[in-house]
């Protein structure tokens, strides 16, 4: 028979003693990753290499503090690497649409903003204050004063040469029109239609060589005129570089070693020199409608070509970035143009370009949720763009699914020189993997966060140091030995297994809090094993009530479980029920009834479509079993159904698979099995009886039940035996095991089980290969016997005598 086990063995428990202090007060703080070798090989790895696609993705599951460990290292590593140059954006004065990017050495590209502001300051004050020089003023005056001279004498020598003609010239609003005169004065049109034929054709082609002299004259005016033109501009040009030069030349020997900031100062002088009526109107000079309208337009200020944008400024010395995006959209990872509204019209220039998370940590390392960037429209897809082109292109986003194209700026694209890093569960990183065949280009290293980490002193040494770090940074109390010691025994409680701890860190440390805060509302300024205790049954008691609800239930005789006495064909099974982070075992009746047929095992969960498809797979090996164990020489003549009583709910998985033969076999041996116990594990073809999960909530499941019931002292729960490391029973259930009153049972195989079950040996085959007489298996085989020959019976004439069959079941009955 198989023996129970001992307490020990049903929780492994953490000694306060054998911690090397007495409070986490005591250790150091912990700053590397906590026993995750595997990933940090792995982070760094990635952060070396400088391959094309070695970008990071960063997969665990959820608490084990990885986006934590991965901005601490990152953090360290970043203070190692140079400090990336600074951005800006400037105007391009040969095409305004596409403004320039500048790269500048680290903190300067706020020094050239301040350079350019206060340069376009002195260029204001100074443009205007040039040309209101009195040698200015006398140049111009001299070219405005022959030009007068040059055109009245052209109008003279015009006029005379009419008048000899017989025609005078009047100045209108339009120009000059030619007049017929006669004796000095001008002919009316009824003296002009009195005239002679001849000399009226006289006076016409006389007109018309006026009008030729005339057109001649203009046109030697009008060049006059830009000749005139010419001078001044040129006089301008001349006083605004005069004035221009200096200052813009000043500014350009500090930029020496920088050939980009020096051809924008280049560009800028002669947009200055070009656009220079654009300061003396600033200075209160004469201005059109249109222009005055352009100037009072927000966002629109002439002035602005002239000054600097600063996309990313680095501090000196400062290391590379390392920036956390918590909102990745499109624009906030690539960056944006912004737009100001006015009377219903959008508008931009260079100004309003605005950097976004690649630009802040171009240099460095970009940390990014790998889920929250795959929801926001169009950011998986230019990210991708951007990582393969290696630059950084801001762009409007969804541009191409516009009705109409619209005019907007096209910055100049960024060079990239970013390591990004994804963090995200492993079904996302295996999903992206499989249907993403850029995904696998792009993101080359694999960091993977283990769930747990072998038990051992050091490692819980690491997690007494990380809590102590918790302690220091959120202001909790010190924790003492004894509750660091729970802490412990509840990490691996929450990854089922003695020899192991978790690593989500997050459940561990959310225990923590509420036994720091309960020990304050104590009045304690220390946190004990106590408070760790009530922390964890409060944290249950929140969320247990449909546990307890079921409890009541059970206890009612509403659903029908049975914790004493026997029965054939019934066994109790252990569903686990999850509410959300919280789960639960509970007790189910699972039945079996055997009889006379061809039809096999039938599953009535799967055939009322409620059992998933490992259910049905587990229900499926049943049939292998049987009748690789008893059915070597005689075909099965069996129909069985197995059903959960009062379960409404969908089955799934395997671990009731031995519940259910262990129900067939009794049904068909008709030996009844002990309510007292109940069943959990998996089998094989072979018999054995295979590891299942949750095995904690199985055993303390059914001990409920039969706590609530009364125990007895016979009542237990047959586990497999490769779970005995899994156990970490709640305390109250290891003290019920040390005081006699419950058993847990760890079982290898279905004859160990159905012998416990029954009460009587299983039996094992002799070399007659045949049962001993009386055991489990041989009442099994002798009653499949039967049941075939009964079905050869049927099968050979067609029929059986009633009376013979009446007969036959009256001597069993008797029997």
Same mark, same amino acid.
């Given at each position: 028979m198989v023996t129970p086990l001992k307490p020990d063995a049903l929780r492994r428990v953490c000694q306060p003693e054998s911690l090397p202090f007495t409070g986490t007060e005591e250790l150091q703080r912990l700053e590397e990753v906590v026993a995750q070798g595997r990933a940090v090989e792995a982070i760094t790895f990635g952060v070396g290499i400088q391959g094309a696609g070695f970008n990071l993705f960063v997969l665990g599951p959820p608490g084990t503090g990885k986006t934590t460990a991965i901005k601490h290292f990152l953090a360290r590593e970043a203070s190692k690497l140079a400090t990336p140059p600074d951005w800006c954006y400037v105007n391009n004065f040969a095409d305004p649409q596409r403004p320039r990017a500048l790269r500048l050495p680290p903190g300067l590209a706020r020094v050239l903003q301040a350079d350019c502001e206060r340069l376009l300051t002195e260029l204001k004050a100074g443009v205007p204050r040039a040309f209101e020089a009195e040698t200015y003023e006398q140049q111009r005056r001299a070219v405005l004063e022959e030009l007068e001279k040059q055109t009245s004498g052209e109008l003279e020598a015009l006029q005379r040469r009419a008048e000899a003609l017989g025609f005078g010239l009047v100045k209108t609003a339009s120009g000059f029109m030619m007049i017929p005169m006669l004796r000095g004065k001008p002919l009316e049109q009824e003296a002009f239609e009195a005239l002679d034929e001849d000399v009226k054709r006289q006076?016409?082609?006389?007109? +018309?060589?006026?009008?030729? @002299?005339?057109? !001649?004259?203009?046109?030697?005016? #009008?060049?006059?005129?830009? %000749? *005139?033109?010419?001078?001044?501009?040129?006089?301008?040009?001349?006083?605004?570089?005069?004035?221009?030069?200096?200052?813009?030349?000043?500014?350009?020997?500090?930029?020496?070693?920088?050939?980009?900031?020096?051809?924008?100062? +280049?560009?800028?002088?002669? @947009?200055?020199? !070009?656009?220079?009526?654009?300061? #003396?109107?600033?200075?209160? %000079? *004469?201005?059109?409608?249109?222009?005055?309208?352009?100037?009072?337009?927000?966002?629109?200020?002439?002035?602005?070509?002239?000054?600097?944008?600063?996309?990313?400024?680095?501090?000196?010395?400062?290391?590379?970035?390392?920036?956390?995006?918590?909102?990745?959209t499109c624009q906030n990872v690539m960056g944006r143009i912004e737009h100001q509204v006015h009377m219903g019209a959008l508008y931009t220039n260079f100004t309003m370009i605005k950097g976004g998370a690649l630009h802040r940590a171009n240099g460095g390392f970009l940390v990014l949720e790998g889920l929250e960037l795959l929801k926001q429209f169009f950011a998986w897809d230019q990210l991708k763009r951007t990582l393969k082109d290696r630059r950084i292109k801001i762009e409007e986003p969804g541009e191409q699914f516009r009705l109409y194209s619209t005019m907007t700026l096209e910055p100049e694209p960024i060079p990239l020189h970013v390591k990004v890093v994804l963090i995200g569960s492993p079904w996302l990183y295996y999903l992206l993997h499989t249907l993403d065949p850029e995904f696998r280009e792009l993101f080359k290293v694999q960091v993977e966060f283990g769930e747990f980490v072998a038990r051992t002193p050091e490692n819980i040494h690491a997690f007494a140091r990380l809590l102590a770090t918790r302690c220091q940074e959120e202001g909790l109390s010190p924790f003492d030995r004894s509750a660091v010691a729970k802490l412990v025994e509840h990490s691996s409680r929450l990854v089922e297994d003695q020899e192991r701890l978790a690593t989500t860190f997050s459940d561990l440390l959310d225990v923590a809090r509420e036994a720091s805060f309960l020990a304050g509302q104590d009045g304690r300024d220390r946190v004990t094993g106590q408070d760790v205790r009530r922390a964890i049954e409060a944290k249950i008691r929140r969320s247990n009530r449909l546990e307890e609800r079921l409890q009541e239930l059970i206890t009612e005789g509403t659903l029908l479980v049975d914790t004493a006495g026997a029965a054939v064909g019934q066994v109790n099974g252990i569903a686990v029920i999850p509410?959300?982070?919280?789960?639960?075992?509970?007790?189910?009746?699972?039945?079996?009834?055997?009889?006379?047929?061809?039809?096999?095992?039938?599953?009535?969960?799967?055939?009322?479509?409620?059992?998933?498809?490992?259910?049905?797979?587990?229900?499926?090996?049943?049939?292998?079993?049987?009748?690789?164990?008893?059915?070597?020489?005689?075909?099965?003549?069996?129909?069985?159904?197995?059903?959960?009583?009062?379960?409404?709910?969908?089955?799934?998985?395997?671990?009731?698979?031995?519940?259910?033969?262990?129900?067939?076999?009794?049904?068909?041996?008709?030996?009844?099995?002990?309510?007292?116990?109940?069943?959990?594990?998996?089998?094989?073809?072979?018999?054995?009886?295979?590891?299942?999960?949750?095995?904690?909530?199985?055993?303390?499941?059914?001990?409920?039940?039969?706590?609530?019931?009364?125990?007895?002292?016979?009542?237990?729960?047959?586990?497999?035996?490769?779970?005995?490391?899994?156990?970490?029973?709640?305390?109250?259930?290891?003290?019920?095991?040390?005081?006699?009153?419950?058993?847990?049972?760890?079982?290898r195989t279905i004859d160990e089980g159905i012998a416990l079950l029954t009460g009587r040996e299983a039996g094992e085959r002799g070399p007659d290969r045949t049962f001993p007489e009386g055991s489990v298996n041989a009442l099994v085989q002798g009653r499949l016997r039967e049941m075939a020959e009964r079905a050869r019976a049927y099968g050979g004439d067609g029929q059986v005598s009633p009376r013979r069959d009446r007969d036959k079941e009256a001597a069993e009955t008797e029997a």
């Amino acid at each position: 028979m198989v023996t129970p086990l001992k307490p020990d063995a049903l929780r492994r428990v953490c000694q306060p003693e054998s911690l090397p202090f007495t409070g986490t007060e005591e250790l150091q703080r912990l700053e590397e990753v906590v026993a995750q070798g595997r990933a940090v090989e792995a982070i760094t790895f990635g952060v070396g290499i400088q391959g094309a696609g070695f970008n990071l993705f960063v997969l665990g599951p959820p608490g084990t503090g990885k986006t934590t460990a991965i901005k601490h290292f990152l953090a360290r590593e970043a203070s190692k690497l140079a400090t990336p140059p600074d951005w800006c954006y400037v105007n391009n004065f040969a095409d305004p649409q596409r403004p320039r990017a500048l790269r500048l050495p680290p903190g300067l590209a706020r020094v050239l903003q301040a350079d350019c502001e206060r340069l376009l300051t002195e260029l204001k004050a100074g443009v205007p204050r040039a040309f209101e020089a009195e040698t200015y003023e006398q140049q111009r005056r001299a070219v405005l004063e022959e030009l007068e001279k040059q055109t009245s004498g052209e109008l003279e020598a015009l006029q005379r040469r009419a008048e000899a003609l017989g025609f005078g010239l009047v100045k209108t609003a339009s120009g000059f029109m030619m007049i017929p005169m006669l004796r000095g004065k001008p002919l009316e049109q009824e003296a002009f239609e009195a005239l002679d034929e001849d000399v009226k054709r006289q006076v016409n082609l006389k007109g +018309e060589e006026v009008q030729k @002299d005339m057109a !001649a004259t203009h046109r030697r005016v #009008r060049e006059m005129e830009r %000749g *005139a033109k010419d001078r001044l501009d040129a006089l301008d040009r001349e006083v605004a570089t005069s004035a221009v030069d200096h200052l813009i030349e000043e500014v350009k020997e500090r930029y020496t070693d920088h050939p980009e900031a020096q051809a924008h100062f +280049e560009a800028m002088r002669e @947009d200055v020199i !070009a656009s220079v009526d654009l300061f #003396r109107r600033g200075q209160g %000079g *004469a201005s059109g409608p249109a222009e005055l309208i352009t100037m009072m337009q927000p966002g629109r200020d002439p002035f602005d070509r002239y000054r600097v944008n600063v996309l990313i400024e680095q501090g000196r010395d400062s290391g590379a970035p390392v920036v956390v995006e918590t909102h990745p959209t499109c624009q906030n990872v690539m960056g944006r143009i912004e737009h100001q509204v006015h009377m219903g019209a959008l508008y931009t220039n260079f100004t309003m370009i605005k950097g976004g998370a690649l630009h802040r940590a171009n240099g460095g390392f970009l940390v990014l949720e790998g889920l929250e960037l795959l929801k926001q429209f169009f950011a998986w897809d230019q990210l991708k763009r951007t990582l393969k082109d290696r630059r950084i292109k801001i762009e409007e986003p969804g541009e191409q699914f516009r009705l109409y194209s619209t005019m907007t700026l096209e910055p100049e694209p960024i060079p990239l020189h970013v390591k990004v890093v994804l963090i995200g569960s492993p079904w996302l990183y295996y999903l992206l993997h499989t249907l993403d065949p850029e995904f696998r280009e792009l993101f080359k290293v694999q960091v993977e966060f283990g769930e747990f980490v072998a038990r051992t002193p050091e490692n819980i040494h690491a997690f007494a140091r990380l809590l102590a770090t918790r302690c220091q940074e959120e202001g909790l109390s010190p924790f003492d030995r004894s509750a660091v010691a729970k802490l412990v025994e509840h990490s691996s409680r929450l990854v089922e297994d003695q020899e192991r701890l978790a690593t989500t860190f997050s459940d561990l440390l959310d225990v923590a809090r509420e036994a720091s805060f309960l020990a304050g509302q104590d009045g304690r300024d220390r946190v004990t094993g106590q408070d760790v205790r009530r922390a964890i049954e409060a944290k249950i008691r929140r969320s247990n009530r449909l546990e307890e609800r079921l409890q009541e239930l059970i206890t009612e005789g509403t659903l029908l479980v049975d914790t004493a006495g026997a029965a054939v064909g019934q066994v109790n099974g252990i569903a686990v029920i999850p509410l959300g982070e919280y789960h639960f075992g509970k007790p189910s009746r699972i039945t079996a009834r055997t009889f006379l047929g061809r039809g096999g095992i039938i599953d009535i969960e799967r055939e009322a479509r409620m059992g998933g498809r490992i259910h049905s797979k587990g229900v499926l090996i049943l049939s292998g079993h049987l009748g690789g164990r008893y059915a070597e020489d005689v075909p099965l003549a069996l129909s069985a159904s197995v059903a959960f009583e009062q379960l409404y709910e969908e089955v799934e998985g395997d671990s009731a698979s031995s519940a259910e033969l262990y129900a067939i076999l009794s049904g068909l041996s008709g030996l009844p099995i002990n309510q007292g116990l109940a069943v959990t594990g998996s089998v094989n073809q072979q018999g054995e009886v295979q590891a299942i999960g949750a095995v904690n909530a199985k055993v303390e499941g059914f001990f409920d039940i039969c706590r609530a019931k009364g125990l007895t002292g016979k009542q237990g729960v047959l586990i497999p035996a490769s779970n005995v490391r899994n156990l970490m029973l709640r305390e109250d259930v290891v003290e019920a095991v040390a005081a006699g009153q419950f058993h847990v049972y760890p079982v290898r195989t279905i004859d160990e089980g159905i012998a416990l079950l029954t009460g009587r040996e299983a039996g094992e085959r002799g070399p007659d290969r045949t049962f001993p007489e009386g055991s489990v298996n041989a009442l099994v085989q002798g009653r499949l016997r039967e049941m075939a020959e009964r079905a050869r019976a049927y099968g050979g004439d067609g029929q059986v005598s009633p009376r013979r069959d009446r007969d036959k079941e009256a001597a069993e009955t008797e029997a």
